[in-house]
């Protein structure tokens, strides 16, 4: 994986959370939610 210091802050910041304090199902949600996003932004490209 890239430097996590090449992408913006929030990026950052959602990884730190996703490390440390999510729980189980906030994790399968932000799943979703990225692998969602991820999906229409390719579909645009």
Known sequence: ??????????????????KQDADKNQLE???KLIDNAIKIRLKRV
């Open 29 to 31: 949600e932000i799943r």
């Open 1 to 18: 994986m890239k430097d996590i210091d090449l992408y913006p802050k929030s990026i950052a910041k959602a990884i730190r959370y996703i």
